[in-house]
């Protein structure tokens, strides 16, 4: 009874020392301010609510709260040193990259940059030095960096599952430029988990009052006993796309994410094997995390944009919840070919079409494989002649986003959301407002 009593009275501890830090509310808010940018894009977009951030905000926080739990159980087999001092680095370096790129907030950078700082200053005398700098050159390099990229491996697996599960329901729909200038419609798709973590650690005199079940994979002396580290996270993915429904980009990025996590595992074992071989790992990090990206973008080049209107009808590029088009379990990339009875090729035809009924909505859709499906529903009296769809941009279409990558300081100016269509804008430059995703 003791012994329990001792080993709850450690992970008590540990929560409560997760709540004390800081950078699980920094996780949260950052969390807040891109979901509240996203509905607000969608508003001033299409002037309709696709999504709601507290719910949004909700599921993360539940989903990451899964996933922190998971993540920490299959930790303790794994066997990872870390320390206060580890945690303190990981979130510094992710900060100042943050402020450089939001996509740069991914602890496969941090971790990256920190083991190769930690071999450069390997070579140097600074961990001899006497002073702060010495102070700051001993704590990096007493960090198990092989242990740190096991785990950042071990959170991108769990974050391909959450892309795979929930990254077509985390999407909004944009309109984008062509490759000539054409506004085409797209989809960008990104999801945030704040994920609290508890890890078993090794620790130093004896710090635990029963000893593991198990022997862990790697990481550290466990003789000594072992002790309760809190580790705040957060993972988060971003992927937009011309070329491909929500769903099967999700399925993209996860495959890509879980590969990612296989290969840095094997890159950081290896690295706990033999240490010359760090460098090798921290590239590793750094440079498969870019292909990720590499790697979208040139399947995105590779085909054609999905997302636009042709002479079959007018493709569907998003739902609005709770519509007629929703209840008649109308999708996104359906082509709508027809409204009751007439052939549509403009919203005006829609519109047109829509009022010639005032009892049924009557459509003609092609699905996904070109396959020709009918769909109704009534019509109830008082009701708007609207349908709920979000089709692909016309000529006339009014707001368009910018595809380049947003800072920090971009996300904070919310209200710079949106680009009016023949507007001149610099590529590399926020100044004219344009949406930065």
């Not at 862990?216 to 957060?234: E, K, N």
Request: net charge positive; charged share 20%.
């Amino acid at each position: 009874m003791d012994e329990a009593n001792a080993l709850l009275d450690q992970f008590g501890q540990a929560f409560v020392h997760l709540l004390a830090q800081p950078f699980y509310y920094i996780a949260v808010l950052f969390i807040i301010l891109q979901y509240t940018r996203q509905v607000s894009l969608e508003r001033r977009m299409f002037a309709v609510r696709l999504h709601i951030w507290p719910r949004l905000l909700a599921k993360a926080m539940l989903a990451g709260l899964v996933a922190g739990v998971l993540a920490s159980i299959a930790a303790a087999f794994i066997g990872i040193s870390l320390t206060g001092d580890a945690v303190l680095w990981l979130w510094g370096t992710a900060v100042v990259l943050l402020l450089f790129r939001i996509r740069y907030l991914c602890f496969a950078y941090a971790a990256g940059v920190m083991a190769l700082l930690q071999w450069i200053i390997g070579f140097t005398p600074l961990e001899d030095n006497g002073g702060w700098i010495g102070d700051i050159a001993r704590s990096l390099g007493s960090l198990d960096m092989p242990g740190i990229l096991v785990l950042v491996a071990l959170l991108h697996l769990v974050e391909a599952f959450l892309v795979r599960r929930h990254g077509d329901q985390l999407a909004t729909p944009l309109f984008l430029e062509g490759k000539r200038g054409k506004l085409v419609g797209g989809y960008i798709l990104q999801g945030f988990w704040p994920v609290p973590m508890l890890l078993l650690v090794p620790a130093t005199g004896g710090a635990s009052v029963v000893d593991l079940p198990w022997t862990p994979l790697f990481g550290g002396d466990w003789t000594q006993g072992w002790s309760v580290v809190a580790l705040p996270m957060i993972i988060g993915f971003s992927e937009m796309t011309r070329t491909m429904l929500p769903r099967a980009k999700a399925r993209h990025a996860s495959k890509g994410l879980m590969w990612y996590s296989l290969l840095l595992t094997g890159a950081a074992l290896l690295a706990s094997w033999q240490p010359a071989l760090l460098p090798i790992a921290a590239l590793c990090a750094l440079l498969m995390h870019e292909a990720i990206i590499w790697r979208s973008r040139i399947v995105e080049a590779a085909q054609s944009p999905l997302f636009v209107n042709d002479q079959r009808g007018l493709r569907i590029l998003g739902i609005v919840p709770g519509t007629p088009a929703d209840e008649m379990k109308l999708n996104v990339g359906e082509i709508i070919a027809k409204v009751n009875g007439t052939r549509v090729y403009s919203k005006e035809d829609l519109h047109e079409s829509l009022q010639n009924s005032s009892a049924m909505y009557k459509l003609e859709v092609l699905n996904a494989d070109g396959e020709i499906k009918f769909a109704k529903r009534a019509r109830y009296e008082g009701e708007h002649h609207q349908l709920g769809v979000i089709l692909s941009p016309d000529e006339k279409a009014t707001y368009y986003a910018s595809a380049e990558p947003a800072t920090l300081f971009d996300l904070l100016r919310r209200a710079r959301t949106a680009n009016r269509r023949g507007r001149t804008y610099a590529k590399d430059e926020n100044r004219s407002g344009t949406l930065d995703v």
